[in-house]
């Protein structure tokens, strides 16, 4: 008998699986809240690994070129998460808008809102191409880059800032998708961008027969050419074959009232990622202050942070859409009740990413690059950091909750104490007053992000984000 049972446990959990990657039409906002957990978390979990992967596979061969090229790479990411902080915010207007009108059961509008919020993506992706390409050699500078370097990687730096188009529309259709409850459709869009840009990495990096070696530069034409692939998916999706929303181009024409609701909300979901991300880029220059091996060493390490921060994330973004779908539905208790459930998941996982990097940081990093320098300092990012983890996955569900719900000023006040108040001031400090050290980077990490969960927490107990009319 227990045998049998525990077979058709399994039998039921594999079907779970096969049914959340294949995606399929569903109605969240009655029926098991575990089952919606994981009927929206697998999917998204597995885009976020794939966005990992990305992140991974660029900082593995790059870091065959040296140190300069890994250490361009660190810069440019990190000004250019000023783009993925614009990204991400209109994502989760897309995800907010779109889940409450699904959860209201109105999907002509919802599927109004997402192509309105496509059409005004579109005009500041042009304009921070323009910027980004025209001042690349600046703002490696700004970051602490050396004027050889500089020569060297500025190509690298101008094809990512000049190909932003591609990461807006990939972040913002998939929230569209993650709206609609069918989060699927953006892990298809992520395997597809990921499977050609592990193609095309170290083929135009190193080269192959008549295709020459570019060097870095090929690094971004990868990732680029990777990322448009995705984009192209996408678009057959919204366009040719269409599920729960239909789309269609007259839905791009500008309507006054959607689009400034849209910037309102979209512009503070942006504001609210970019304070999170700004501090990441003081954090960076910050490194910049110390020698070339620590830069790289802090960048691997954080690459493969993210390599497992992302599916956490990923699991998490359940939470944004269950909490939008419910309140559409008059359901704000069923809301709660989802955030807790997923964020005992996120709690789980992320014990088991810290554990690992305590047993296995060491041979993981030591693959990523043979540089000794930059290996210690790795190793150091991973065992350190990886501490805030469960801090780190409690504040995801909690500011993915807020978001859903289209509380977008919520995370923005959490992020500006937990990384502005404490975080930059506290790795100032210790970094280069007191340790005088990378390692006191790292210790701020993990108090800011403690204080970070603590208020969010606190904030989601009292309730606000129920009340918020989107």
Known sequence: MTERTASAKLKHYFLLFRQAVAGSEQDYTVGSIRRAVILLAIPMILEMVMESVFAVVDIYFVGKLGNGAVSTVAFTESILSIVYSIAMGFSMAATALVARRVGEKNFKEAAHSGMQILLFSFFVSMVMSVVGVSFAGQILHFMGASDRTIAENIRYTQIMYGGNLVIMLLFIINGIFRGAGDASIAMRALWISNICNIILCPLLINGLGPIPALGIKGAAIATTVGRGMGVLYQLYRLFIRQGLLNFYLAQLKPQKDLLLHIISLGSTGAVQFL?????????????????????????????????????????????????????????????????????????????????????????VVNFMNSDPVARRYAIQTLRIVSLSYVFFGVEMVMMNAFNGAGDTRTPTLVYFVGYWLFQIPLAWFLSHRYIRAPLGIFIAIVISQFVSAALSYYLFKRGGWKRVKV
């Open 275 to 363: 304070v999170s991300s700004g501090s990441w880029i003081f954090l960076a220059r910050l490194m910049a202050a110390f020698h070339e091996g620590a830069v790289a060493g802090y960048q691997i390490g954080i690459r493969l942070l993210i390599f497992f921060l992302l599916p956490a994330w990923g699991m998490s973004n359940a939470a944004a859409t269950l909490t939008g779908q419910n309140l559409g539905a008059g359901h704000p208790e069923r809301a709660e009740k989802s955030v807790w459930i997923t964020a005992g998941y996120v709690t789980i996982f992320m014990l088991a990413v810290s554990l690992f990097f305590f047993l296995f940081g060491e041979p």
